[in-house]
């Protein structure tokens, strides 16, 4: 259970992610999350689910409230997945929120990169609301972004062409190599 600390906020001392998986958008987070997390056995967390369950769909959350009141929605959400014992998977823009980007600073962060010849299929479901402006607007986002993703990672893996079960297994393997984890059954 998180801890209060003097201000009462909650912190994560005792509690952190196994593994931070961060990029821009769709280069896999979720996918590769949730096959992570399965081979590891323990808990998946994906802030947009998290955010979707609580205030709806994404791109209505865009159209009726506004980036802003999304974003906040959005750093509540990731605090509250960092104080898991779990693999998770933060949206793109999560980690432009300076609150956002200094938590992760002490936490394994893995930085999913993917090439814009093989996003391009992959963003036009219409799902993603600042992508609207397809291939072109992925590759702005991913530009501006790319600086802060670098410095917050850990380590860096390329989901373009190879299968996401082997990606999976080396994530996995990757984080098995960290320091010991507190995990539900005792270090391991």
Known sequence: MPERGESGAVTTQGLSPLAVLIGPPAAGKTRLGKRVARILSVPFLDTDTLI????????????EHGEPVFRRWEAEAVASALAQRAVVALGGGAVMTPE?????????????????????????????????????????????RMPVYESLATVRWDTSRRPLSQIAEEIATWVRTLPVHESPGGPS
Do not use: C, M, Q, Y
């Not at 980007?101 to 609301?129: C, D, H, M, Q, Y």
């Open 52 to 63: 979707e369950a609580e205030h709806g769909a994404i791109p209505e959350i865009f159209a």
């Open 100 to 144: 956002t980007a200094e938590a992760l600073r002490a936490l394994p962060v893995v930085l999913l990169t993917i090439s814009p010849e093989a996003v391009a299929a992959r963003i036009e479901n219409g799902k993603r609301p600042l992508l609207t402006g397809g291939i072109d607007r992925w590759t702005e986002l991913v530009a501006t």
